[in-house]
């Protein structure tokens, strides 16, 4: 009996191998499933644990003690939805909610940590605030920037979190667009900018004036992280001042000029800084070429930091909070092909706890390699991207969907993607390309997709096209092309521009008209208009190029299927426009599928508009690839 088992088990097992399983399709819930708990941050005293929760469709807030495992739940919301929490003293939490209004209207609360004696701060705001220090000042104080006095600044404020009063602290005279205390809480720092050129002002102490310390054009990147606790007068900052690739460097805020270069290298970009105030310094320096990496600043932060690197090997990790002796850490993990965990990681042990998934529902070994690809554009210029091949099938004759990143600038960059995912679970080759403009490549390639968005950004990613039917991994009939917001822009403009390289493609929010995108910058946002003017195009002086680079003037010329999403309470989004739109282009028998969505704060209702986009969106695809 037994020997007729291992035979039978052997079969099966031969059969396996000659007969491989068809790839499971994952319901598209998974891919886009709205997390349990998240939003993770530790006390400064390393005691206690707080997090957003979800509870009856809303999240609240609760936090752990450590030591015994206590939990309390902070809130019961039935309304608004929290968008952020901190802690401002061992025993205190600050958090702020939104409603899902267009105005996202606010209010600020301050609780202890065991639920008693909440203080509402403020209620239906209609202004935005920005948290500029956390820690409390005298026992009372926090530092925060808000546009009330003028909804198109943000002036700074000592927030009282006892009364609620906000007594200013900075007056915007309209142009400063940044602020920064030192590791005391003291106002120092302030960038002001005309939209195109960014200066940097210093003032020791806050009874003094700010003075400029050094002017650039805001091509140029010159990113302040902290200030020197060792050396007055120092600031350490992310610099491609008079190079190409961003640098960490000690900036004299004196003279203007780099005191000592950190870390610099021709072919890394600095994308981010870790600075320790209980060490009093710099600790590493994270770069990112196809992925990113981390590079230690001594031999002490290497031993230190490089243990994390141990427990999560082959993981992106990053630090989201930490306690004020640097001993316990909330970290967030990813690849690939896992969103990744929450940890409490202890260094007096050297041990990490899982604190959650991001989404247990998505099983790594079921989904696919995000691989580094380059090749050249048709003016020589060297172009980067991913490609993300459907698992289990050979890399010849695929359909592909091209997905553009978001901007303007912005890249792609190697983790976790629903998006990516979802598609490549439904046999879909997935191509994005970090085309020209993208960030993170130099200053040169930055500025190269200025004003290209419907000429060289395109071919840029029509040439990437064409390399994946080169190589004959592509299917040249069976090619579709999707994008959210400028990416959904750049989408439509290719469509409608090359009907012989793409089957069918759509936009998720996307830009279809560049005068109307200009016109719904907020309030807050307008000195940097200039900017856009730079890297878009000026409305007045540029009037030619920008209607022929806007696609709602050429519903003429589209001819392949179209899937064109819109959320109603975005307010960047013209929701009257994209429909006058899509009318245009039934009237010329173009096959539309609309859908609208609505994605506000609430993880519940995201979910829900999520999922039925992307139910449309396969169907879409399906029918308008498999047909040719």
């Given at each position: 009996m037994l020997k007729r088992i291992i035979l039978l088990v052997l079969v099966v097992s031969i059969w396996a191998c000659k007969n491989p399983k068809k790839e499971q399709t994952i319901p598209v819930d998974d891919f886009f499933k709205a997390f349990d708990k998240a939003y993770y941050h530790i006390s400064p005293d390393g005691k206690s644990l707080s997090y957003l929760k979800l509870q009856d469709k809303k999240l609240d807030l609760f936090v752990d003690d450590l030591a015994t495992g206590n939990s309390v739940q902070l809130t019961h919301l039935s309304e608004k939805t929290i968008s952020f929490h901190f802690w401002t003293s061992n025993n205190e939490l600050i958090y702020y909610t939104e409603d899902d209004s267009k105005e996202r209207r606010s209010d600020i609360?301050?609780?202890?940590?065991?639920g008693s004696k909440q203080i509402q701060l403020s209620s239906n705001e209609k202004t935005r605030l920005r948290v500029i220090e956390d820690q409390l000042i005298d026992d009372k104080y926090i530092i925060v920037a808000s546009n009330k006095r003028d909804s198109t600044v943000f002036d700074v404020y000592r927030l009282n979190v006892r009364n609620g009063q906000m007594d200013i602290a900075a007056k915007n005279p309209g142009n400063i667009t940044e602020w920064m205390t030192d590791n005391k809480g003291v106002l120092k720092i302030a960038v002001a900018s005309d939209g195109v050129n960014e200066t940097l002002m210093y003032r020791e102490n806050e009874n003094q004036s700010f003075q400029p310390v050094i002017s650039n054009n805001f091509e140029t990147t010159l990113q302040p992280i902290a200030f020197s606790e060792q050396e007055p007068n120092v600031l350490y900052a992310i610099s491609n001042v008079n190079r190409d690739k961003n640098a960490l460097v000690a900036l004299d805020l004196k003279t203007g000029k780099e005191k000592q270069v950190l870390f610099a290298n021709?072919?890394?970009?600095?994308?981010?800084?870790?600075?320790?105030?209980?060490?009093?310094?710099?600790?590493?320096?994270t770069c990112e070429t196809w992925k990113k990496e981390k590079f230690y600043l001594d031999d002490d932060s290497r031993r230190t930091y490089g243990k994390i690197d141990q427990l999560l090997p082959g993981s992106e990790w990053r630090i989201m909070d930490k306690d004020k002796m640097d001993k316990v850490f909330v970290i967030r993990t990813f690849t690939d092909k896992n969103p990744g965990s929450y940890y409490l990681y202890t260094a007096s042990d050297n041990k990490l706890k899982k604190l959650t998934d991001i989404n247990s529902s998505i099983k790594e070994e079921m989904m696919s390699d995000m691989k580094p690809i380059s090749f050249k554009s048709s003016d020589s210029?060297?172009?980067?991207?991913?490609?993300t091949l459907p698992k289990n099938k050979k890399a010849t004759n695929l359909p592909v969907v091209v997905v553009p990143h978001n901007g303007p600038g912005g890249r792609n960059s190697w983790g976790y993607n629903a998006d990516v995912q979802f598609l490549a679970n439904r046999g879909y080759a997935v191509l994005q390309v970090n085309y020209r403009g993208s960030t993170g490549y130099g200053k040169s390639f930055y500025a190269a997709g200025f004003k290209q968005w419907s000429d060289k950004i395109q071919e840029d990613v029509n040439d990437g096209v064409r390399w994946l039917i080169d190589r004959k991994i592509a299917n040249p009939k069976k090619i579709a092309i999707y994008g959210n917001g400028f990416g959904g822009y750049i989408a439509l403009n290719c469509l409608y521009k090359n009907p012989d390289l793409y089957s069918c493609g759509g936009s998720n929010s996307g830009v279809i008209n560049l005068f109307s995108y200009l016109k719904t910058i907020p309030p807050f946002l307008k000195s940097n208009l200039q900017m856009y003017y730079e890297i878009i195009g000026n409305p007045?002086?540029?009037?030619?190029?920008?209607?022929?680079?806007?696609?709602v003037f050429h519903a003429d010329r589209f001819k392949t299927p179209l899937f064109i999403a819109q959320n109603p309470k975005d307010p960047r989004v013209n929701v009257a426009e994209g429909v006058q739109f899509i009318k245009e282009l039934k009237k010329r028998n173009v096959p539309v599928t609309y859908i609208e969505k609505e994605e506000g704060p609430n993880p519940v209702l995201r979910q829900q508009g999520r999922t039925a986009l992307y139910k449309a969106l396969e169907e879409f695809l399906k029918t308008n690839l498999s047909k040719k």
């Open positions: 609360f301050v609780i202890n940590k065991d021709d072919t890394l970009n600095v994308v981010d800084a870790r600075y320790s105030r209980t060490q009093k310094k710099m600790i590493f320096v210029l060297t172009i980067n991207g991913y490609l007045i002086t540029d009037t030619d190029y920008m209607r022929f680079a806007s696609p």
